[in-house]
């Protein structure tokens, strides 16, 4: 009799914890962390590409040193903030993001500066990395877009009754979303 109701105990404490959601919650952790990742991939494709791009308007044109070097610093700086998945507090993602908000400045300078020099427009390799660029540009809202979705699943999920006590219990806490900086309604004006 002692060992039938044993058993009827572990069973009823491992269906509680079946249903307590634990798990689930380490898999939408891992959705986060993952989409993060991927964030991060596009942003570093992005660091990738803007040497190339330098360096073609750099050998095309001859145009202020001052864009060039606020771009290379702009990129410096962006790659040297590293955020990890366990570390998505809004303020940890405002230094992120405003980091790549300034390298994102410095190549609009640099690609409306190269607007106004018609050999550089002209010519195929600047075209293609132009394009290059605006492909990852967007590939980075896509990413940043999906990063949201995870952490506002994954945020719904522990916030949830009654699986917010087991969240707090096992240490699962509310993430941070990407969020568009201030004045990012308002479009760039672009002048030669």
Excluded: H
């Amino acid at each position: 009799m002692k060992k039938l109701l044993l058993y009827l105990v572990g069973f009823v404490i491992l269906a509680s914890q079946s249903s307590c959601g634990y798990n689930d919650m380490v898999q939408k952790d891992e959705a986060v962390s993952s989409q993060w990742a991927q964030v991060q991939n596009s942003y570093q494709r992005r660091a990738d590409l803007v040497p190339n791009l330098v360096n073609t308007v750099k050998g095309a044109a001859n145009f202020e040193k001052t864009t060039l070097t606020e771009v290379i610093e702009a990129r410096a700086k962006a790659t040297s903030i590293q955020l990890n998945a366990d570390d998505l507090t809004p303020e940890n993602l405002e230094k992120f993001q405003a980091a790549q908000s300034q390298l994102s400045g410095s190549l609009s300078r640099l690609l409306a500066t190269a607007e106004a020099y018609p050999d550089l427009k002209a010519n195929q390799n600047f075209l293609e990395l132009q394009a290059q660029l605006e492909g990852t540009e967007n590939r980075i809202s896509v990413e940043r877009q999906k990063f949201n979705g995870s952490v506002q699943e994954y945020n719904t999920y522990i916030r949830a009754f009654p699986r917010n006590f087991f969240a707090g219990w096992f240490g699962f806490e509310k993430k941070g979303y990407f969020e568009a900086e201030a004045g990012a309604q308002k479009a760039p004006t672009v002048q030669f």
